[in-house]
DNA sequence: TGATTTAGTTGATTTGAATCAAGTGTACGG
DNA sequence: CCGTACACTTGATTCAAATCAACTAAATCA
């Protein structure tokens, strides 16, 4: 899926593996263990000392990349360990009896999946692989005892599991309040921020969900997403081509996330 | 709010307090800490030896009771603690500039509030009382050293953070995809469940919260609020009086919480 | 390579819930 | 106890976004 958009780069050899539309790495390197890993600073090892990040370290296991459509785990399944997207993305999402697909979250490298099923035996939803992934587990059995002893890790766990609260209380806030262009626009703006701190463009990407994806996200439907993009793109705030956006204004489409949207404003209550 | 409705109890003394519509403690009992509190195993120290739970329990302060509109804190205020209803109920929200609210979440007894702050240095959200309510508050900065010399403490907050998070998701997926019937209907079934677990009667409550609030916590206009209960107590789902809400049809209110609601199925992506 | 499927766009129409507008009943302050 | 304010209800109207429908362009595959 991502493939067709790369940039002139060194060909791949035939034993690397293509990990996203930027990046390609080579078997040895997913061998690489946290304390070399790019995501060190946005990871569950923040924080952490050299040492702890090394004990950290020997419990993540480095499984084979995996390829769009491969899942991580399905609802139903044990709950048995985390998973941590090192490359690619991934989404999550509540799987309907009717095969349709609630979608609940995308994931981009660094990102922790799989902490709603620590309170349970199974998971209650299931994750996807969005393009060519390479994931690390981890065995929360093994890592809860790590964290019990290392009190860095312990305090970085807490913080990811609140701000991993503070963020779906910002989807709550958008799905209950927002309007389509208010929905789209914090969508664009919150993926930006997020490409920005892993160091890529914050401006200029390519999305590896459909627009179907998205307006499962949002709580809209597909051709809202396509009209909206379109009109964004005919106001000159973004360009679009399939799956690769500019971003041209950011100030208007954070004007647009602001808007209270839907409701005129909100009354007290 | 809630005394106008209240059963035939004994009065309570001049001294006494009243914190719920069913409930009368003495000034004493609120005093008494976790190792008696009724909400032993609702709350924090769930699961954990007796000798924890003293230690825990020493880190508790019991504030006087909090009256209708009291704030536990604001947005904005430092984090340094983190509040459990003890009785009454608890409203978190998220302040408009223009003085509107949308309302987060409702808390019953045995609830944490705060969560969302500790990876943060101040609150996101505010929290105001529902009815006259007794809440403890625990410092943060000591609880987390109590936690990383108590296993099993650990495991109840990682615990509990997550059943917050998979609690958030199952909201999401109330917003994304219900209509407004669906909304009610889960609304009313969760509250019953939660007061079911508190030994209190699942079919037959009085809500603390206005149809306003309610309408701000599910995504509805009031107006919308009101013409659903009226419908469902036409189909003989309920019975609505003012606050006080008698669930009939079990059954019918779980039937319509499943249908997919807005959006007539949901398709596959 | 051409055929078929799938993703995305665009337009027309419908519809569920918001908004606007009265009205009623309950709570509350003097 | 009365008057005012506020919470809630109910009805009429509007509107944003869903649905329905048709079409185009990619992607996939035989």
Redesign the pocket.
Known sequence: ?AD?HSLPLPLPKEEDVVVSQFQVISLESIRIACRNCSLLNLCLPTGLTPNDVERLDGLIKHNHPLHRGDYLFRRGDPFRSLHIVKTGAVKTFAPSPEGGEQVLGFHLPGEIIGLDAIARTSHISSAKVLETSAICEISFAKFETLTAITPDLQQQMYRLLSLEIGQNTEMLLLLGRK???ARLASFLLNLSQRLRRRGLSPSDFYLSM???EIGSYL?????????V??RFQDDKMIR?D??HIELLNFSALMTLCESA????QQQRT
């Open positions: 899926m067709q309007n389509a262009e459909s627009r179907h709580g809209l439907a597909v051709e809202t997403v396509s009209r993009l379109t679009v399939r799956k949207g839907q409701h005129r």
